[in-house]
């Protein structure tokens, strides 16, 4: 039997969780196999090539092209620092000598007897990848990075913004349909949970206080312009410069925590968890998520892709009003196309909320929440 596809979310408490952390070109791999690894811990490095400047120094000698290496100073390969001379005439009368000196610092990798033009490359820039999670070395990949296992409570969200952080999880409310009113020094270094609303004046705040993350259940679009600067549009996220990371788990707007979702976020209050804000929603779907190493105590599950249709029982979230938000269990799968208010006829579910309230939705209405 064919299954439909349903977008879902991971939210679980006792997971196996693998992390590939990979260079952007071959380097060193400095951890092996098998190795404990702390979050913050560099496990490869690699060096990016400098940038590059081209001196066109034909014209400003006034010589020509195969003449120009008897006016160098430096050959290539030289190393040589920004305002040092480069190249120089030799006029018979030394006032009229005419200097050019490198605009920066670097090595001089080549220099044209066909064009007349010098290439000069900037030092290298170092890159170094970090574990981002506590956890074991389970695979080398040579010259190129790890995959690191870890174990412990794994939620992914529905939209993030800002880069991979870290700290104590800290929680400023104390029911997923609050929010938090303020935040003070308490949240220096923390990743704070601050409940329905990731507002304006609670990203403000947390800056100010040293807050290196937010989680909460939703925040408003017209305040994620605000804090970014300008409209996102469709492209990733992940590397907004912005202060902090945050991580909406349920939508836009003020949205209340699905319960699991702050119940496992209330359990592992104070442990150290690892946060990342990178979201692709198109082609490559990728999600912001929290992980929260911990002891294994509990039989785990394997944090993978599946491929597995709804069915009866499943726990999942309306996407589409007018029960946008609401959280449910399917009760009943029909067969049959129904009918919708557009006049379509589309395959449909039957949810019973929280509450116990029944209601009938389109299946492209819903997300699974994959427990």
């Given amino acids: 039997m064919a299954h439909a596809y349903t977008p879902g979310l991971r939210v ?33 490095r690699t060096e990016l090539p400098g940038e590059v400047a081209t001196l066109n120094l034909v014209n400003r000698l006034g010589t020509s092209p195969q003449e120009l290496a008897g006016y160098m100073l430096k050959k ?24 050019v000196e490198s605009p920066v610092s670097g090595t001089v990798e080549s220099i044209s007897p066909v064009t007349g033009q010098v290439i000069l490359r900037q030092a290298p820039r170092p890159v ?67 409940g329905s609303l990731i507002s304006a004046e609670t990203v403000e705040q947390a800056r100010q206080a040293g807050a290196v993350g937010l989680i909460g259940g939703g925040l408003r679009d017209s305040d994620l312009r605000d804090l970014l600067g300008r409209d996102l549009g469709v492209a990733i996220t992940g590397t907004e410069q912005i202060g902090l990371t945050v991580v909406a788990t349920e939508g836009f707007g003020r949205v209340a925590m699905a319960r699991k979702t702050f119940d496992i976020l209330q359990a592992c209050a104070g442990m150290d968890a690892s946060m990342a804000g990178a979201t692709q929603i198109r082609a490559g779907v990728l999600r912001p998520e929290i992980i929260v190493p911990t002891a294994a105590d509990k039989e785990e599950e394997e944090v993978r892709p599946g491929a597995e249709g709804l069915q009866v029982g499943d726990l999942l979230r309306v996407i589409r009003m007018p029960y ?13 196309l129904c009918a919708v208010e557009s006049g379509a006829r589309v395959r449909v579910l039957a949810v019973e909320f929280e509450n116990g309230e029944q ?6 209405n819903v997300e699974l929440i994959e427990e």
């Fill in 12 to 44: 679980t408490q006792h997971a196996v969780i693998h992390k590939e952390r990979r260079l952007p070109l071959k380097g060193e791999v400095v951890v092996e196999r098998g190795q404990a690894v702390r979050r913050d811990q560099v496990v490869a």
């Fill in 76 to 99: 290539e390969g030289d190393r040589i620092e920004s305002g040092e001379p480069l190249a120089e005439t030799k006029p018979f009368i030394r006032w009229f000598k005419t200097t």
């Fill in 128 to 194: 170094e990848v970090l574990a981002y999670v506590d956890g074991v070395v389970e695979e080398v990949f040579a010259e190129e990075g790890v995959r690191v296992a870890a174990r412990g409570a794994y939620i992914q969200g529905i939209f993030g913004v800002g880069g991979e952080c870290w700290g104590a999880l800290h929680l400023a409310v104390d029911t997923p349909d609050a929010t938090a009113e303020s935040l003070g020094p308490e949240v220096a270094g923390k990743i704070v949970v601050v």
């Fill in 324 to 336: 946008f938000g609401r959280i449910g269990r399917v009760s009943d799968l029909p067969t049959e």
């Fill in 359 to 364: 209601a009938v939705v389109p299946r492209a």
